[in-house]
C-alpha cells in the first residue's frame, strides 16, 4: 500500500484498504468466463505486458493478491505452495497471507507473467498495478478482467490489447476496484 502512494502513482484507498478508482478515471472491463484454460498462459503474458508496445518496454509492477480462500482448498493449496516456494527465491519467507504483494522489476516479466498465470489458476482477486500509475488492472474471481485508466488517451491504446481476451465493455469508472 506504502508504495502505490508514493510518486508517481499516487493512487488513494478507501478505510478498508481498497483502491480507490482515479475520479476521472476510464474503465474496459473483459468477461474472461468462457476463455479456454488453454489460453490462461498467453493471457497473463498479455497482462504482464498491458500497455507495451513491445516486449523489452515491460517496466515491472506490482501484484497484489487481495483475496485468496475464494475456491476448493484442495486445489487452491497447490498455488499456494508454488506461489510461495517461487517466493523463496527472492529471499521472501513470510506466508502469502502476511505479505500479499511482489513488486516486479522491469527484467522480470516472466517472473510476473508467472505470478499472474498462478492468480487466474486459483481465481483469486488481485490487482497488477503498473509503476506509472497511469492504469491499474483488477483480476476478478468473478471471471472478470477490469482495467482503469487515469485517462481517456491511455484507455484507448490499452483497449487493443484488452479485446483479443473477448468483449470488451466500457464502463464508468467504480468508486472503488474491489
Known sequence: MEWCKQWPLQLEFDERGLLCAPEKGHTYRVDISKMPWRDLLATARALAHLGCHSVGAFSGGLVWIRRTRIAVP???????????RFRLGYGENRSLESARAHLFRSDESSECSATLLLV?????DAYLVHPSGDWVAFIDNDNHITVTAKSAEIAKDLKGSLEMWGQTTAELAPPRLF
Open 74 to 84: 484442495e486445489m487452491e493449496d497447490v498455488v499456494v505452495r508454488a506461489l510461495e
Open 120 to 124: 487466474l489458476l486459483a481465481e483469486w
